[in-house]
């Protein structure tokens, strides 16, 4: 081999069951199973190029070459794929993210998954979607649902092997999503490390297991009827409590900031009025995120527009599962980038 090269887009996801604990951290083997929702406006697109002449892997991200530190774990997930296939050879890898960094909008999500389509792609893997998704998982534990569409369930599993995602829905029945964008700085408390402390310290967390594990079930029914108003219940009741076990870890912590809980009060002031359903759900950031008919998103918007600046408010449909890219697709990607078109 000379020259390898894949080109791949995976779209971010927005837990609606939260995925937050390891029972394995080596492995990123999570504690409870999962459920999230694709979303269409934010995406990675990751070129990757094994060549033979390489000495050691680059990373571009957005243009701009990474400090060794970010290199270290890019390469560490391209390890993964060589131990399979039993060889080494070098990768030059190309990001470009159409996701808010670190803004709690799950940005690492998209960007393990489409390194791993990339990598499959380019080494012509012959594995399931699946299989693969198992490799994501150890770039990112939320990548792993990145590899499909619409609703998807990342199953806890009992090893590696099955500890994977599979779509549950393709959420095709008027269903959206808005994104409250409180603050896009960088996340002050890496959820990596944030599980971590509160899997050891907080109190609550035995109940955090308990109740997800009913939650899931719960709103796997809800989405099997099409049921909204169960499914955006769940959503906001489960997310509020993975919150409670950030406050009832020793020390105690909170990803909100003090506009968190101004946006969330905003929202329970728009939905009232207009009495719609809209459900909040928040990750390792201080942004909101509000589960919403996809018909209602422009009133809500509209309505949010008057506590919170118009431009914070982005709205999303829900997304595909990640696709290989074409070549032309990747130069007009570039070319996004050059303009400024990124986020
Ligand atoms: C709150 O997937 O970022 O967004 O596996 O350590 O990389 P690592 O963590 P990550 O955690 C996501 C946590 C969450 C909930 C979720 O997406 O399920």
Redesign the pocket.
């Known amino acids: 081999m000379t020259q390898a090269v894949g080109i791949a887009r995976a779209h971010t996801?927005?837990?609606l069951?939260?995925?937050?604990g390891?029972r394995d951290k080596d492995l990123?083997l999570p504690m409870n199973s999962?459920l999230?929702l694709t979303l269409e406006a934010f995406y990675t697109d990751t070129k990757v190029t094994f060549d033979d002449e390489l000495i050691k892997d680059i990373f571009l991200l957005n243009g701009k070459e990474q400090s060794e530190k970010e290199v270290a774990k890019i390469s560490h997930f391209l390890d993964l794929f060589c131990e399979y296939i039993g060889k080494r050879p070098f990768a030059r890898v190309e990001s470009i993210n159409f996701v808010p960094t670190a803004a709690?909008l799950?940005s690492?999500?998209s960007a393990f998954a489409a390194l791993a389509l990339a990598v499959a792609d380019a080494l012509k893997l012959d594995m399931t979607r699946q299989e693969l998704s198992t490799f994501a998982?150890r770039?990112?534990?939320?990548?792993t649902?990145s590899l499909f569409g619409g609703f998807v369930e990342w199953a806890m599993g009992t090893s590696s092997e099955d500890s994977m995602a599979h779509p549950v829905d393709d959420a095709d029945w008027d269903i959206g999503m808005l994104v409250l964008v409180v603050d896009s700085q960088e996340k002050k408390i890496?959820?990596?490390i944030g599980?971590e402390h509160t899997v050891q310290t907080s109190p609550f967390y035995p109940a955090w297991i308990e109740t997800a594990r009913e939650d899931l079930q719960a709103m796997k029914a809800a989405i099997a009827e099409k049921d909204f108003e169960t499914l955006g219940r769940i959503t906001e009741h489960n997310g509020f409590k993975?919150h409670a076990t950030t406050l009832s870890a020793n020390p105690p912590f909170t990803y909100w900031s003090a506009d968190s809980l101004l946006a969330q009060e905003a929202v329970r002031l728009v939905r009232e009025e207009l009495q719609v359903p809209a459900y909040m759900t928040m990750?390792?950031g201080p942004n909101v995120k509000i589960l919403c008919r996809a018909s209602d998103m422009g009133r809500l918007q509209k309505a949010l527009s008057i506590h919170f600046p118009a431009e914070n408010i982005i709205s999303s449909l829900p997304g595909p599962a990640a696709y290989v890219l074409s070549e032309a697709d990747w130069q007009q990607s570039k070319m996004r980038l050059t303009e400024g078109n990124h986020i």
């Not at 770039?139 to 990548?143: A, D, L, N, P």
Request: glycine letters at 10%; a positive charge; proline letters at 0%.
């Open positions: 996801n927005i837990a069951i939260k995925y937050w390891k990123f999962s999230s709690g799950a690492s999500a998982r770039g990112s534990g939320s990548s649902r890496a959820s990596r599980m993975m990750d390792a």
